[in-house]
Nanobody
Framework: VQLVESGGGSVQAGGSLRLSCVMS????????MAWFRQAPGKEREAVAY????????DYADSVKGRFTISQDRTKGMIYLQMDRLTPEDTAMYFC????????????????WGQGTQVTVS
């Protein structure tokens, strides 16, 4: 499975961005899709995940109520709508896929995109 993110950019605090991730290849092997982020000098952290089959979602406490993960299975797309952005949301955002387990643990994810930069000032 190949993953390619897009939609990053620079935005002022309080603004919004929508990230997209397109899946290609043997996507039926991927049970869970997630967004992670990594700021300079910090560890990669999970932001949100969605179970592709039944659509169950979960979010990191730091983004609950502001970010929304969604999917369009017909198009092989995963989205992350980010509202009320703050400078603390500045990071490289990665799309990731896991064959079995939906979790906030990066090692469960075996498929990764190249990332898209989000900068909030």
């Amino acid at each position: 499975v190949q993953l390619v993110e897009s939609g990053g950019g620079s935005v002022q605090a309080g603004g919004s961005l929508r990230l997209s991730c397109v899946m290609s290849g043997y996507t039926y092997r991927t049970n869970c899709m997630a967004w992670f982020r990594q700021a300079p000098g910090k560890e990669r952290e999970a932001v949100a995940y969605i179970a592709r089959g039944h659509g169950r979602t979960d979010y990191a406490d730091s983004v609950k109520g502001r970010f929304t993960i969604s999917q369009d299975r017909t198009k092989g797309m995963i989205y992350l709508q980010m509202d009320r952005l703050t400078p603390e949301d500045t990071a490289m955002y990665f799309c990731a896929g896991a064959p079995v387990t939906c979790s906030f643990t990066a090692r469960h994810y075996t498929q990764w995109g190249q990332g898209t930069q989000v900068t909030v000032s």
